[in-house]
């Protein structure tokens, strides 16, 4: 089987308004199927920056990305699109769920963009959201707390049964009890359903419930990988 | 229920209720406007082409020609200068004619003009070309006193076979408002003998008697004056010269099956029209020349109808385009979730050309109430029976009209949703 995601050699320089600019550089990072990563990095390190160069939203200036055994950034247009929505699931830390949408319409959008058959749809949806402890199916996020909006967030992620899953600060709007519960509750799910995390954060008091912790700076090909 | 692109589509149009609502009757206006214009036009033309039947001259001593169409064959009102008997049959005979029908208007029943004539106005005059006169109920008048009511006039007036009633002195005018001095003729009583089928032409809101009956009641006011108010009733033996008048001829020159009428029309309506004292209408010509008239203006309430539609166009492409700001973020979300841009365009697209499709049936719906109402105004006010449905046709070109241009309408809105930068709009709002 084909590591969940496979990055080398990368480099991507982001401009930022003000005229200043930072370079993203990694040698090599490889997250095997199934495995779970806390990428660290301080704020600005570029580690929202590199979850979307691996979501293939946008593009390196150099090196590959791997998910799932495929190059992402050699897929074009709709195909890549297709790609993501089928093998990349994404966790904001702001959850992003769809206003006037209901918990379950919210899991079933992703759901939407998918080969999924549609008679599928709403049991798949009930069935994510059930183990995530979300009984009121049909409340808007509106109506629900942001530990709930959060779990449907990962409900959402997960709906397409991604072999990555790529959670960007998910505990950032949580306080620190919830947030160990919401991430051991993302941890488990992902591995019930084989996909791997990589989950990117600032927040040091996540460094415990991750076997395995990578410091940002220590990718750069200078540096010494971390373990 | 899984979530499909007509999810989003209406979840995105019912987030903004007042603007979809406001921007959907936007479109219904134009539409509306536009169907009812174009389609009472048509059915306008065709409703006083209608009335005109398969007479060829229309003779009068009216003002001018239209004035006699609109007076002999719409009753917009009772001509003022009548024809004497003599002159009809001069008329008559010195013409190769099929038939001379004369018509004679003054006389009106609750608002209803009443129209004198011959049993030849129905056995040979077909107020549509082709289609004779049908008896509904009952028969034609064969003597006097005998009324055949008009489609409409029965159904509005409640008027049945066997009925007995009287008219009034006085044909009405435009409204229906009666002349001053119009009085009832209670003295003499109408039976009705028939009831006409509906012709879609002026002639259904009206009823008819044959001459004597009309000259009798005429009689009977003249002798009131000339001889005071103890005489007997007047009978069609006591009847003069002078109480023979008519106020209008319908003819129709001889045919032969393969032969052009034109030139001998022409030939004959020139002759007549040496004639000082008549005023010699071609029907057909004359309501050409009133759709002629009325046509310029009707191309500039076309021109603004279309200028409103387009306008409506503008305001669906500002509705949806001033809610793009807030939806990038979601656009975002739904791109990362695996919508393609080409998939988020079409969304946006459907959304517009559903704005166009619900504009266009709720305008609809609206021109129909709409025609009904004009239909009703021009029945009342000029007696023409107009048929207030919207042709198929037009409907179809509109709808397609409608649901394009919304579609042309969505195309900036939908670029700028194809165009939304994901990674910049999934950035935690500050």
Known sequence: ???????????????????????????????????????????????????????????????????????????????????????VGMIFQTHQLLGGFTAAENVMAALAFSDVPKAEHDKRASELLNRLGIERHGATPEELSIGQQQRVAVARALACGPELVLADEPTASLDPENAMVAVELMKEVCTERGAALVCVSHDPSLVKAFARTVALDALQPSGEPAA | MPVTDFTFVSRSLSARTFSTITTILTVAVAVALLLVLLGMRDSGRKAFERGTGNMHLLLSRDASPLVSVLNGVYYAGAPRRPIDWASYQQIQQQYPWAWAIPTQIGDSFKGRPVLATTTEFFTAFEPSPGEPWQIAEGRFFETSFELVVGADAAKALGLTVGQRLSVTHGAPGPGGKLPEGAHVHDEFVYQIVGILKPTGSAHDRSLFSDLDSSWTLHAHDRRLVSEGPNIALTTPADLTDADRLITGIYCRLITRPGRDVTAVLQQVFEQLRADPTITVAQPSDEVRKLFAIVSNLDQIIIGIAFVVLAASGVSIMLALYNTMEQRRRQIAVLRVLGATRGKIFGLVMTESALIGIFGFVVGLVGSLIGATVVADLMYQRLGIVVDPSIDPKIAFGVALGTVALATIAGLVPAIVAYRVSVVRNLRPAA
């Not at chain 1, 995601?5 to 993203?24: N, V």
């Not at chain 1, 806390?38 to 390196?60: E, F, M, R, V, Y």
């Open chain 1, 1 to 87: 089987m084909p590591d969940a995601l496979a990055i080398s050699d990368l480099r991507f320089t982001h401009r930022k308004s003000a005229g200043t600019s930072f370079t993203l550089e990694i040698g090599e990072l490889t997250v095997p199927e199934g495995d779970q990563v806390l990428l660290q990095g301080t704020s600005g390190s570029g580690k929202s920056t590199l979850l979307h160069l691996i979501a293939g939203l946008i593009d390196p200036e150099a090196g590959e990305i791997r998910v799932a055994g495929r190059d992402i950034h050699k897929l074009k247009g709709a195909a890549r699109d297709h790609f993501r929505g089928k093998h």
